[in-house]
């Protein structure tokens, strides 16, 4: 991996310190609405991974954990409309509150196909919490209840976001501008 990010210009989007402090803030929203209900966090593997483990610590409410992972990207840095599950729930969300926990909202096609999947499954409520908001990309009516960021245009790495599974491992997160030869 060495290799390959001295070869990519990046610069510092948010700091792991601005993440930190967005991810308690959100966790404290959340664990406010959500005081004695059943809630069960949905996470969209792989990008959302850390963002999920950070905010789950941060919660102060009683709930359970579930991942799910959809493909739409490949090996590319664009969506190809086409959704693949790869991994389903392994736990019932009948009768339960719903928090999808999403790294990036991009077009909303991958998130708003979720919604309506988990939808299907009879629970209480379903909202989408998404650390990356890119609302100017979108292409299909998906409205996070939980933004950490809202930004423009490009790719994003780090804190769990990935260009071909690589620069996951970054604490904080990184604006790709341009890959040397």
Do not use: W
Request: hydrophobic share 40%; net charge negative.
């Amino acid at each position: 991996m060495r290799g390959v990010m001295e070869h990519i210009q990046k610069r510092i989007l948010f700091s792991r310190e601005e993440i930190d402090g967005r991810v308690r803030e959100l966790a404290h929203e959340i664990s406010r609405d959500y005081r004695d209900k059943d809630v069960i966090l949905v996470c969209v593997l792989k990008g959302a991974f850390i963002f999920l483990a950070d905010l789950a610590r941060y919660l102060t409410i009683p709930h359970t954990v579930d991942f799910v992972r959809l493909a739409s990207y490949g090996a590319g840095t664009e969506s190809s409309g086409v959704i693949t599950i790869t991994k389903g729930l392994d736990h019932p969300v009948e009768g339960m509150h719903v928090i999808i926990v999403e790294d990036i909202l991009d077009t909303g096609t991958t998130a708003a196909y979720l919604v309506e999947l988990l939808q299907k499954m009879n629970p209480r409520s379903v909202k989408l919490c998404c650390l990356i908001d890119k609302k100017a990309r979108r292409k299909m009516h998906c409205e996070p209840a939980y933004t950490g960021f809202v930004v423009g245009d490009g790719f994003l790495v780090g804190y769990g976001l990935d260009f071909n599974e690589q620069f996951r491992c970054l604490p904080d997160i990184y604006v790709i501008e341009e890959r040397m030869p």
